[in-house]
């Protein structure tokens, strides 16, 4: 093999680690400080588009088990952990937006392996409390059903974040 050869592939490799330390630099940096959250609009946290056009109500759900009510006038105000380290756990919901995840930061605080940094959002949009996926790695489970946009919570209706249950109750 001629010297520059063996030149080009020296370097070769000496780009690849390169680019291999900045894969894993870039993947702690998103795991330990966790990604952007995008912020709602004033307006559409009041209950109007930002164009100021009123929003509609939210479309009912496409099933509602026995026993399950859909939260309209009447809000749930608490969520249950039904499943998990923390089961038996209540908060006491209000009328801000709460944050679930691993995060010191959360309002509900879930520690497990499956559950992102910022993993789901719960917030108060009118009178029915919307459930949004914050772009977590395992995804965010309503009522069996993967959430990939912001969707109205069925009181009683099981929400699966990692490997933890819980649900609003009234």
């Not at 099933?63 to 952990?81: F, L, S, Y």
Request: net charge neutral; charged share 20%.
């Amino acid at each position: 093999m001629s010297e520059l050869t063996l030149l080009l592939l020296r370097i070769g490799f000496l780009l690849l680690l390169w680019c291999f330390v900045f894969a894993v630099v870039y993947s702690l940096r998103a795991d330990l400080f966790g990604v952007r959250v995008r912020k709602m609009p004033v307006a559409a946290a009041a209950g109007t588009h930002p164009t100021g056009t009123p929003l509609p109500d939210a479309a009912p759900a496409p099933r509602t088990p026995a026993g399950i009510t859909k939260a309209t006038t009447d809000t749930a105000d608490r969520i249950v952990v039904t499943s998990g380290p923390k089961a038996g756990m209540e908060l006491p919901l209000g009328t801000e937006p709460l944050t679930i995840g691993r995060s010191s930061e959360s309002g509900l605080v879930i520690r497990d392996d499956y559950t992102s940094t910022q993993h789901a959002r719960l917030m108060l949009w009118g009178q029915q409390w919307m459930l949004e996926d914050l772009d977590s790695t395992n995804g965010t489970w309503h009522d069996g059903q993967r959430v990939s946009t912001p969707v109205p919570v069925l009181v009683g209706a099981p929400i699966k974040v990692g490997a933890t249950t819980f649900e609003l109750r009234k």
